[in-house]
């Protein structure tokens, strides 16, 4: 099971970073991207989200995954979303 979910336009340029809440999945912005289609939308699942096992459930293994993600899809520029704790997470990362 993946982690992320890539939507919308897959070579665009333009990039948002989803962020669920705390007991969402990351199939919550499926929706959203149907009305932005010019943009590659990852909705990222993190850890203890969506029956992945994880024991450390911290905001800073919360941006490591974000992180992993980043890298994997060669991605150095996007904007973030996220509501409840994917706000904060998405907060913390700019702060670091």
Known sequence: MSRFNVYGYQDS???IIALPALGERKEVYEFLARYLKEYRIIAIDLPGHNQVKQEDHSISTFL???EKTLSKLNISSAHFI???IGGW???AFYSQ
Request: net charge negative.
């Open 13 to 15: 340029d333009k990039t």
């Open 64 to 66: 490591l995954e974000i």
């Open 82 to 84: 996220g509501n409840s």
């Open 89 to 91: 997470i998405i907060q």
